[in-house]
């Protein structure tokens, strides 16, 4: 959804130094609604949340038009690859997997891994601890290839769904012993609302780089580095303009940027 402007200032310069700059004028994120406080839907079916307003706030500020399509987590980079959409814009993390796939922008936000349980469950992110147990955890998220590698093979049930709202759900229900997810999630989205009354974090953060990744980014096709580049400035710009801030603390108490 770009256009290609050819700048030339005489024909010489353009037959030998040919300055070519992409003129965006539409951004289609990719997102995923169903994580809150990061992307959710309202009451009236509008797309809102961090993610979504600071998507909103980057194409304001490269004047481009953004358009927004709905697509499950677990399918977003092979839709970032057939082009259903321009870059992902859903708290993905940036990790060394991802990145043999895809690109990223700059971090957007940086939020650590936590579990939840019921409170005084004395349950621990470890596979001795939720030995026989449940827990749940979003579909294609690194919180899921957590769990896989180092649970499920040692006898913890994993249970994954396609969005952190069931788990939460779930969990209300006794239908789970556990949630993994990030902490920011788990607290604006469930822990402090009626809902989660009676759970609590169970466990520290945890700390796992090449699972957990760096924090999360916009993704971008391989070899997209305008739109990269692009992103790139309009995150700098928006973080020194205080947007990205004025944004941040509408939806959290805590710095999430990781700056």
């Known amino acids: 959804m770009y256009r290609l402007v050819v700048c030339t200032a005489v024909a010489f310069a353009a037959a030998s130094f040919p300055a070519i700059a992409r003129d965006i004028t539409e951004i289609r994120f990719g997102t995923d609604p169903g994580n809150a406080p990061f992307e959710f839907k309202t009451k009236d079916g509008k797309l809102a949340g961090f993610d979504i307003e600071l998507g909103d706030a980057i194409c304001a ?11 499950d987590f677990d399918g977003m980079i092979p839709a970032l690859k057939a082009k259903k959409f321009d870059a992902i814009n859903a708290s993905m993390s940036i990790t060394e ?11 957007v936000t940086l939020s650590p891994p936590r579990m939840i349980a019921k409170a005084g469950a004395n349950l621990l992110p470890t596979a001795e ?8 955890v979003q579909q294609g998220t690194t919180h899921e290839t957590f769990a896989k590698e180092k649970l499920a093979r040692n006898g913890v049930d994993v249970v994954s769904y396609a969005k952190n709202d069931q788990i939460y759900a779930d969990l209300q229900a006794g239908r789970l012993d556990a949630g993994l997810m990030d902490a920011v999630e788990a607290t604006e989205g469930f822990l402090k609302k009626p809902a989660g009354k009676g759970f609590a974090y ?5 700390k796992d780089e090449k699972i957990f990744g760096t924090g999360t980014g916009f993704g971008v096709r391989k070899g997209d580095a305008e739109l990269k580049e692009a992103l790139n400035k309009a995150l700098a710009d ?5 947007t990205y801030k004025k944004i941040m603390t509408k939806y959290f108490d805590t710095d999430v940027s990781g700056d």
């Open 97 to 107: 997997k991802r990145l043999k796939e895809i690109d990223f922008s700059n971090r």
């Open 238 to 242: 928006l973080k020194a303009n205080g």
């Open 129 to 136: 601890s939720l030995k026989g147990k449940r827990i749940g």
């Open 61 to 71: 500020h490269l004047k481009a038009k953004c358009t927004w399509v709905e697509n």
């Open 202 to 206: 169970a466990g520290p953060v945890l």
